[in-house]
Each structure stands twice: as C-alpha cells, then as structure tokens.
C-alpha cells in the first residue's frame, strides 16, 4: 500500500509519501512541503496548495491519503488555516476517488513513538529509524507528514478490517 502523509499548514503543508504493509518494512518514496508566501491573499494560497498536492498526487500515485485531523488550539487564526489546508488537501484526494483517513496528532504520536505526547523531535528520530534513514526529514512538517503515512498503514488498515467485521455481525441475516 502507498500513502501519502499531508500536515496541513498555510506556510508550510507538509507530504510524506510511504509504501508498505502492517508487519513489514516500510519505505520512505519521497517527502517534503508545499510552501506558500505568508503575505500573499488566502485565496491564492489554498491554490497553491492545491497546485501542490496535485503534483505529489500525480506524481506519486497513492493508494490512501492520510491528513492530520485539526484540533482546537489558542490561536484561532492558525487553527482557520490548518483547517483549510486539510480542506484542500481531502478535496484533492476525493475528487480522484482516492480513500481519506483523519489522524488525530496524539493518535499519530503514539503509532509511531508509544506515547501520545512525544515531543517534535522524538517523532523525527522514530520516523528517521523506522523507515530506515541516515538523518531526520527536514523540514519537521515533512517528518510529520511521514509519520501520519506511517500511523495509517499500521493503524488505518487494522481500523477498516474491525470496521468491516463490525458491519458483517451488525447485519441482519436473511
């Protein structure tokens, strides 16, 4: 299975593309952002994000996106564009018929370090050893973009099998 990771961000949108299954290796195949002048309109913004994913869509051709899920936070400004960088970013995925999957920050934390609240820096060296590399991904929003790609292939594809079986015991049976 590929995944494309996506931290949402208006500066920085960070994607992390992973090819692997539960169980086995996994591979990094490419990672890194999308940037996006912070003095330039919204509008023309989410465009370039949208030019940017689009690329990295056709490029890559994953089979699953994964996005972090937005939390509430202080700045309300902050949490507005996140949100519509994630907006964009599940657009971009929906309309090619490509499946989604929301991680919370602490759901994606735990997969790949076993602690909800692991610092920045901790995720980047789990994300640096789990897909094998020489040195961290540069910079922090493409690390985090490979470790929701990393937090779906493990949990995603457990969460739909649980899913299905739920759906097949909920069923009437004829």
């Not at 195949?29 to 919204?42: F, K, N, Q, S």
């Not at 994913?53 to 994953?62: A, K, N, T, V, Y």
């Not at 949100?83 to 970013?89: E, I, N, P, R």
């Not at 759901?107 to 050893?129: D, P």
């Amino acid at each position: 299975m590929r995944v494309l990771g996506v931290d949402p961000g208006l500066t920085r949108c960070g994607v992390g593309v992973v090819d692997g299954a539960p169980g086995r290796p996994l591979t990094m195949v490419a990672c890194g952002v999308v940037r996006t002048p912070a003095e330039e309109d919204i509008a023309l913004r989410l465009l370039q994000i949208e030019q940017g994913i689009e690329e990295w869509l056709d490029r890559h051709r994953p089979d699953k996106v994964a996005v972090e899920r937005v939390f509430a936070q202080h700045n309300v400004r902050t949490v507005m564009g996140t949100a519509q960088a994630s907006a964009v970013a599940m657009l971009c995925a929906t309309r090619r018929g490509i499946p989604v999957a929301l991680h919370t920050p602490s759901e994606v934390k735990a997969a790949v370090s076993g602690s909800g609240r692991a610092e920045k820096a901790q995720v980047g060296a789990m994300v640096t050893r789990i897909l094998r590399l020489d040195a961290p991904p540069k910079p922090a929003d493409a690390a985090d973009a490979l470790a929701l790609a990393i937090c779906h292939i493990w949990r995603g594809t457990a969460n739909n099998r649980i899913a299905a079986a739920l759906s097949r015991v909920r069923e009437p049976r004829p």
